[in-house]
C-alpha cells in the first residue's frame, strides 16, 4: 500500500471506474486481489479514502452473486456497517448503497448473513437523515429483507422475523413518520411497506419526530422520543418538525 494519500486516492478512484462497467471488468480487478485492499482502506484514517473505497465497494455489490459472496469473505460488511453508525454523512452514503446493492441481488443466504451482521438498526437509524436519496436507499435494503422475510414466514408458517426485528429497533415509527414526507417516492414506499408488511395498524399520535444535531458527524436528524404512559412525547415545541415546516433553515426542502 502506498504511503502518500494523493497516489492511493488517484489508484482507489482508477478501481472504483473499472468497477463501474459489467460483471467482466468488475471480475478483472477482484481477480488481483483488490478486495484486501479496499477492507485496508474502508478502516483508513482519512474520510475521503474511506467514501471512495465504500463507493468502490458498492460497485461491486451491484454484480453478481459470485461478487457479493467474495466481498462477504473479505470480511468488508462488517467494516461497512460500522461506518453506517459512525462515519461522516457522504461516507455512510456509499456505505448504504453497498449493503443494499447486496440485499437486492444477493442469494436468500447471502440476506441472511447481512442481518446477522447487524445491518437491520442502521438501516432505520438512516430514515431519521434529512436526505431523501439515502432514506429511498435504506428503504430499498428494508423492503428486500422484508421480502426475504415473507418468503421464510411462508415455509415454516409462523410470521415474519424481520418485521419483529424493525419493530424492535423503533424503525416501524419511522417508517410511518415518512408516510407525511413531501418526496412522493418515498411517501409512497413507505406506505407500501406499511401496508404490505406491517398491516393496518393505528398511527401513534403520541410519537412525535424532533429535529437535532448528531454531535459526532454534525448531521441533521429526526430523533424519536419515547412517550411516558400518560404524557405526550418529549419534544419541545421549538424542534417539532411536521412536513411542510422548517428547521434549522432547511425542514423538509431537500
Given at each position: 500500500?502506498?504511503?502518500?494519500?494523493k497516489v492511493v486516492s488517484a489508484a482507489l478512484r482508477a478501481v472504483g471506474n473499472i468497477v463501474t462497467g459489467d460483471d467482466q471488468q468488475t471480475q478483472v480487478i477482484l481477480n488481483c486481489s483488490a478486495l484486501m485492499c479496499l477492507q485496508h482502506l474502508i478502516m483508513s484514517p482519512k474520510e475521503?479514502?474511506?467514501?471512495?473505497?465504500?463507493?468502490?465497494?458498492?460497485?461491486i455489490t451491484a454484480g453478481n452473486r459470485q461478487q457479493i459472496q467474495s466481498v462477504i469473505d473479505a470480511n468488508i460488511f462488517p467494516s461497512l456497517i460500522e461506518i453506517l453508525q459512525k462515519a461522516e454523512f457522504k461516507t455512510r452514503k456509499e456505505a448504504v448503497w453497498a449493503i443494499t446493492n447486496a440485499t437486492s441481488g444477493g442469494t436468500p443466504d447471502q440476506i441472511r448473513y447481512l442481518i446477522q451482521q447487524g445491518c437491520i438498526e442502521p438501516f432505520c437509524e438512516l430514515l431519521t437523515l434529512l436526505d431523501a436519496k439515502i432514506i429511498q436507499v435504506a428503504l430499498n435494503g428494508l423492503e428486500n429483507i422484508l421480502k426475504l422475510g415473507e418468503e421464510e414466514a411462508k415455509q415454516t408458517g409462523g410470521v415474519n422475523p424481520y418485521v419483529v426485528a424493525i419493530e424492535e429497533c423503533y424503525g416501524l415509527d419511522k417508517i410511518e413518520f415518512l408516510q407525511s414526507h413531501e418526496n412522493v417516492e418515498i411517501y409512497q414506499k413507505a406506505f407500501d411497506i406499511i401496508e404490505h408488511y406491517f398491516g393496518s395498524e393505528e398511527e401513534d399520535t403520541r410519537l412525535a419526530p424532533c429535529v437535532s444535531q448528531n454531535a459526532a458527524t454534525g448531521v441533521s436528524e429526526f430523533t424519536f422520543a419515547t412517550p411516558s404512559a400518560g404524557n405526550g412525547a418529549a419534544c419541545d415545541s421549538t424542534t417539532m418538525l411536521t412536513p411542510g415546516s422548517g428547521a434549522g433553515g432547511g425542514g423538509f426542502n431537500f
Open positions: 500500500m502506498h504511503d502518500q494519500h475521503s479514502i474511506r467514501k471512495e473505497a465504500c463507493w468502490a465497494v458498492s460497485n
